[in-house]
């Protein structure tokens, strides 16, 4: 299998992501963590909430790898989104691709965090020190 998708509310491993998608015939591996920065628009962000309309994320996630692994063939890819509460410096999303070259890791990774961006459902909640505000998890 080519593909690892994972919707977790406990703390996802990057490095586990990047170990399964390495394999000898992969000379190119790319890593993409996404973390809870503290700040957004000029203000202060204390957490965040992650929420997830679960069998369609899963199910969008999937759609993406598998585009991944068809646009570049022998490629494997790892999705794994958190949800729940996160704090600052959290990771929140790793895409892990692993192919032949660089420059195809590097395309296909950029791909599936673009599409998810896009595609997926799943709203971020910033919680602010005056407040909190619902927003699109990647906008």
Same mark, same amino acid.
């Given at each position: 299998m080519a593909i690892d998708i994972q919707l977790l509310s406990t703390p996802l491993d990057a490095a586990a992501c990047q170990q399964w998608v390495?394999?000898?015939?992969?000379?190119?591996? &790319?890593?993409?963590?996404?973390?809870?920065?503290?700040?957004t628009q000029g203000k202060e962000v204390l957490r965040l909430d992650f929420e997830a309309y679960e069998p369609m994320a899963i199910k969008e996630m999937h759609k993406i790898a598998t585009t991944v692994t068809?646009?570049?063939?022998?490629?494997?890819?790892?999705?794994?989104?958190?949800?729940?509460?996160?704090?600052?410096?959290?990771?929140?999303? &790793?895409?892990?691709?692993?192919?032949?070259?660089?420059?195809?890791?590097?395309?296909?990774?950029?791909?599936?965090?673009?599409?998810?961006k896009e595609t997926v459902p799943i709203w971020k909640k910033e919680i602010f020190a005056d407040g909190e505000v619902w927003v699109a998890a990647h906008p």
């Open positions: 390495a394999a000898p015939d992969k000379g190119g591996l &790319v890593l993409f963590v996404g973390t809870v920065r503290n700040h068809e646009r570049w063939p022998g490629s494997k890819v790892a999705i794994h989104h958190r949800v729940g509460e996160l704090a600052i410096g959290d990771i929140a999303v &790793v895409i892990a691709v692993g192919t032949a070259h660089r420059a195809a890791a590097f395309a296909a990774c950029q791909y599936a965090i673009d599409t998810l």
